[in-house]
């Protein structure tokens, strides 16, 4: 079992960056896929970025590419969202995902993930 919560999230201007924290429980945070999706009002879940379990490979949606990061600290147990030159259309609930015991692969797919935190509100003003 995974426990997943999120933090970070709140209200910037366009154009500023903001980090985004996921700390997971559990004893399989190492094996664990994570990925970061978001959803704006109205919208569909959407996948933003993605890291294998190792953190050695990483995937993003075409929309955030070169402005976000997702890195992660096995032995803290944690995933972050570096998201840098926010956009207003940025502005979403994100949620951090993870599919455990996995093999050196990332998923882009919602339903590809077991566990899921219960979202953190990013808001960007023009």
């Known amino acids: 079992q995974v426990q997943l919560v999120e933090s970070g999230g709140k209200l910037v201007q366009a154009g500023d960056s903001l980090r985004l924290s996921c700390a997971a429980s559990g004893r399989t945070f190492s094996s664990t896929a994570m990925g970061w999706f978001r959803q704006a009002p109205g919208k569909e879940r959407e996948f933003v970025a993605a890291s294998t379990r190792s953190g050695g490979t990483t995937y993003y949606t075409d929309s955030v590419k070169g402005r976000f990061t997702i890195s992660r600290d096995n032995a803290g147990k944690s995933v972050y969202l570096q998201m840098n030159s926010l956009e207003p259309e940025d502005t979403a609930v994100y949620y951090c995902?993870?599919?455990?015991?996995?093999?050196?692969?990332?998923?882009?797919?919602?339903?590809?993930?077991?566990?899921w935190g219960q979202g953190t509100q990013v808001t960007v003003s023009s």
């Open positions: 995902a993870a599919r455990a015991y996995t093999g050196l692969v990332y998923y882009t797919q919602p339903q590809s993930y077991h566990y």
